[in-house]
């Protein structure tokens, strides 16, 4: 049985260990501490959207959202940050079910679409985002800048 709700400050302990789970995925440092620290600052203000996933009754993924703006529709787009889903529970279509809440979310608050980036090596998310609907963007470059330490 799959259940998806949003993200509350209920819910930290169980979303921290899964976004500190995502970070080493991505070849981050663990640190679940400061991970926690970081969700709870954003569900406390309010500047994320997280939709967290349950399968046997288990907390197994998460989907979050950050808002952004569209120039060119002149409306609310969602950035999809964080897509992630434990290695044990993966195979089953939660990520697929993930992305669909996330654009019932777009329906929900009148935004124009989703916006996402993954890594180049990201083979099973590259695999994914077009089965999805989603549109790989050639035309444009996306740049960092980043403040020294």
């Given at each position: 049985?799959?259940?998806?709700?949003?993200?509350?400050?209920?819910?930290?302990?169980?979303?921290?260990?899964?976004?500190?789970?995502?970070?080493?995925?991505?070849?981050?440092?663990?640190?679940?501490?400061?991970?926690?620290?970081?969700?709870?600052?954003?569900?406390?203000?309010?500047?994320?959207?997280?939709?967290?996933?349950?399968?046997?009754?288990?907390?197994?993924?998460?989907?979050?959202?950050?808002?952004?703006?569209?120039?060119?529709?002149?409306?609310?787009?969602?950035?999809?940050?964080?897509?992630?889903?434990?290695?044990?529970f993966r195979g089953r279509g939660l990520s697929i079910d993930l992305i669909d809440?996330?654009?019932?979310?777009?329906?929900?608050?009148?935004?124009?679409?989703?916006?996402?980036?993954?890594?180049?090596?990201?083979?099973?998310?590259?695999?994914?985002?077009?089965?999805?609907?989603?549109?790989?963007?050639?035309?444009?470059?996306?740049?960092?800048?980043?403040?020294?330490?």
């Amino acid at each position: 049985m799959k259940h998806i709700e949003k993200a509350t400050l209920a819910h930290l302990n169980e979303f921290a260990e899964l976004f500190n789970n995502y970070r080493i995925f991505y070849r981050q440092p663990s640190d679940l501490e400061r991970g926690k620290a970081f969700l709870k600052d954003r569900i406390t203000n309010k500047e994320t959207v997280t939709f967290l996933i349950q399968a046997d009754n288990k907390f197994a993924g998460f989907a979050q959202l950050y808002p952004l703006y569209h120039y060119g529709k002149l409306q609310r787009q969602w950035l999809l940050s964080d897509l992630f889903v434990s290695p044990n529970f993966r195979g089953r279509g939660l990520s697929i079910d993930l992305i669909d809440r996330c654009k019932q979310y777009c329906d929900e608050t009148n935004a124009c679409g989703l916006l996402l980036e993954t890594e180049k090596t990201n083979i099973i998310g590259n695999q994914l985002y077009p089965k999805c609907g989603f549109e790989l963007d050639e035309a444009h470059h996306y740049y960092n800048w980043w403040k020294a330490d």
